[in-house]
């Protein structure tokens, strides 16, 4: 007969263990692309070698980082907030417009995948401007192509601009078409008399 040991069952914890840089994840939209004057944010969440958060660590023990975000000569500061649920909230506002390099490091090494590409763009345009800039563009030669075709059906039909009655063949026109062969034989005999007589 099985019997609990005095106690039992009895709750265990598991916790994060040690932040690993390699397993550290950079995520938000702010890591990818930014608008001139506008807040970005992007987080460095860290992480241990199994993929868990590792929250309630002192992250600046656990995991001091740099950040730098440079554009050859230009560079924009990131403000770095260590939380207490194991992330980083890193926030910048960029005021050029520009194709920035996103380093993130930690002891001297790379994490989260960086360096990353950050395109930063101008300021998005609003009110009338921006409905303007966002209507669908005219196709000119789609409507010159309706309304030729609206005219073309007032002068014929569609199937060519000059859409007159066909004029009636003549006989001869008939024969050729009903005797091709006779007719090649009479126009070759035609051509050698003509040579004959120097015509």
């Not at 550290?24 to 070698?49: H, Y």
């Not at 590792?54 to 950040?67: T, W």
């Not at 569609?158 to 004029?167: I, K, L, M, V, Y």
Request: net charge negative; aromatic share 8%; with cysteine.
């Amino acid at each position: 007969m099985e019997e609990h040991v005095a106690g039992s069952p009895y709750e265990v914890t598991v916790v994060p263990g040690p932040a690993s840089a390699r397993h550290t994840v950079i995520s938000g939209p702010g890591r990818q692309a930014a608008v001139t004057g506008s807040k970005a944010r992007f987080d460095v969440e860290a992480q241990d070698a199994f993929g868990n958060r590792c929250e309630g660590a002192d992250l600046l023990q656990a995991l001091p980082i740099e950040v730098e975000l440079e554009a050859g000569p230009v560079s924009c500061e990131v403000l770095v907030d260590p939380g207490s649920n194991g992330c980083y909230t890193c926030t910048y506002t960029a005021e050029t417009v520009e194709s920035f390099r996103l380093l993130v490091t930690c002891r001297g090494k790379p994490v989260g995948g960086s360096p990353l590409p950050v395109e930063v763009r101008g300021e998005e345009p609003a009110g009338p401007d921006e409905a303007r800039l966002r209507a669908p563009v005219r196709d000119e030669l789609k409507l010159w192509e309706t309304k030729a075709a609206a005219q073309f059906r007032l002068d014929g039909d569609d199937a060519g601009w000059d859409s007159d009655e066909p004029e009636e063949e003549t006989q001869e026109e008939k024969y050729i078409k009903a005797w091709p062969s006779c007719w090649q034989h009479a126009y070759l005999h035609h051509q050698s008399l003509n040579m004959e007589w120097g015509i």
